[in-house]
Nanobody
Framework: QVQLVESGGGLVQAGGSLRLSCAAS????????MGWYRQAPGKQRELVAT???????NYADSVKGRFTISRDNAKNTVYLQMNSLKPEDTAVYYCNAGRLYGLGVPPGRDYWGQGTQVTVSS
């Protein structure tokens, strides 16, 4: 079994910072890409940032220069440092592990965390 557990969400004032963490547990051999997505009320889930096992990063235009994604491959953990937060960043943030290979799990499957709420007040 593979589980993704997120932490670090909360309430912050505009201009503040938060750091999200997501740890994948289980007998994992490799994860191709890990990332963060978010979903605001009444909106579709959207990509925030992704990072490959080799360290290539991709960001949504709306967060470039403010958010930084990083990853610890040995710990199967991904982080999202969010600075200069804006009210429009308010959403539930979901961790994703893409194309995961492990013991006793379907090869190349994607996994999602349960989500963590980020609320930015104006």
């Amino acid at each position: 079994q593979v589980q993704l557990v997120e932490s670090g969400g909360g309430l912050v004032q505009a201009g503040g910072s938060l750091r999200l963490s997501c740890a994948a547990s289980g007998s994992i051999f490799s994860i191709n890409a890990m990332g963060w997505y978010r979903q605001a009320p009444g909106k579709q889930r959207e990509l925030v940032a992704t990072i490959t096992s080799g360290g290539s990063r991709n960001y949504a235009d709306s967060v470039k220069g403010r958010f930084t994604i990083s990853r610890d491959n040995a710990k199967n953990t991904v982080y999202l440092q969010m600075n200069s937060l804006k009210p429009e960043d308010t959403a539930v943030y979901y961790c994703n592990a893409g194309r995961l290979y492990g013991l006793g799990v379907p090869p190349g499957r994607d996994y999602w965390g349960q989500g963590t709420q980020v609320t930015v007040s104006s």
